[in-house]
């Protein structure tokens, strides 16, 4: 994926190599667009939970607010997939949601309700074909991009 790719090199910069933050599966990576587009054009919101940093199953969540600007998921489906990944040792690894209709950048609301520390958010753009994907790591007044990428090989 081209997005992968360009973060990849830009997050680089010259520097070192780094491990990436995130790996997702492919067909996790495809479950959560289409868990993205199907929501359209309310704002969709769930979790990948794996071993960190590579996902190995994706819990969509509802969006209690059912806003196209903005999400808040629904307690009782975080619950759920908690309770599913506990006794499989398994953890939150992304938190992922959809902007349907502005970019992949964490916007003001991203910021001021983040509750969730640095567990990495990933942004989902709706307003291109294929979406554009970008890995955030979210600060209260700041954010960082991460380096991801989609692995291609079974999960
Ligand atoms: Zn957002």
């Known amino acids: 994926m081209s997005d992968a790719d360009e973060s990849t090199t830009r997050a680089a ?9 995130l790996v ?5 990576y495809d479950a959560m667009a289409a868990h993205c587009v199907r929501d359209a054009p309310l704002e ?3 979790l990948l939970v794996g ?4 996902a190995l199953s994706i819990h969509p969540l509802r969006n ?7 999400y808040n ?15 499989l040792g398994r953890e939150i690894v992304a938190i992922y949601h959809s902007h349907p209709s502005s970019r992949a950048f964490p916007s003001r609301v ?26 955030w790591r979210l600060d209260p007044a700041s954010y960082v991009e991460l380096i991801w990428r989609i692995d291609d090989a079974p999960a």
């Open 13 to 21: 910069g010259g520097a070192p190599a780094r491990p990436p933050a």
């Open 24 to 28: 997702v599966p492919r067909s996790i």
């Open 44 to 46: 969709a919101c769930g």
């Open 51 to 54: 071993h960190p940093p590579r």
């Open 64 to 70: 209690e607010l059912a806003s196209a600007t903005r």
């Open 73 to 87: 998921a629904d307690p009782r489906d975080i619950l759920d997939a908690v309770r599913a990944m506990r006794p």
């Open 110 to 135: 991203d910021l001021a309700e983040n509750h969730y520390g640095e567990i990495p958010r990933i942004i989902v753009s709706l307003l291109e074909n294929p979406p554009e994907t970008r890995v």
